[in-house]
């Protein structure tokens, strides 16, 4: 087993992760419900379809993470940067983005459904086949490639509540 797995595959709802590495770390198909991940450096890991549901990650450094069909209902993303990360598929109905940066980020075919993205850079970022019924674009900044990937009612809603970079 290679040392970057030994959390994949387990329940870590429980786990204080104060002193623990987790840049590069392969967590996919974990249980990480309501963990508290505030302010962590987690980049180039693997999080792919882990249940993140309620959990904090407010302030945390997420470049290159895979979240690929991540349960990520509620989750507090408040700050965060997820400069290309791979959220294809992930759930984040509910999720708490203020003021994050998406910048290449891929939403493709997520449920953003009830999302707050007040104050995000969408910069690059893909919404192709994503849900995003009820999110709040308040003050979100993006450019025309992010307004490319988004259709019907939803781009004129992001065109009235964004800026335009």
């Not at 470049?63 to 992930?90: E, S």
């Amino acid at each position: 087993m290679n040392s970057s797995d030994v959390f994949r595959k387990r329940n870590l709802s429980s786990v204080n992760f104060d002193y623990e590495d987790l840049i590069g770390r392969n967590l996919s198909n974990s249980n990480m419900s309501g963990v508290d991940l505030k302010n962590r450096d987690i980049h180039n890991a693997d999080l792919s379809c882990t249940d993140l549901s309620g959990a904090n990650l407010s302030g945390a450094i997420l470049f290159y993470v895979k979240l690929r069909g991540a349960d990520m209902r509620t989750t507090n993303l408040f700050d965060a940067k997820l400069w290309d990360a791979d959220l294809y598929g992930a759930d984040l109905r509910g999720a708490d983005l203020r003021g994050s940066d998406l910048f290449y980020t891929d939403l493709r075919s997520a449920d953003l459904s009830e999302a707050n993205l007040s104050g995000v850079n969408l910069r690059h970022t893909n919404f192709e086949g994503a849900i995003l019924t009820g999110v709040d674009f308040t003050d979100a900044n993006y450019d025309l490639h992010t307004l490319d990937t988004i259709s019907g009612n939803t781009k004129s809603i992001l065109k009235k509540q964004g800026k335009l970079w």
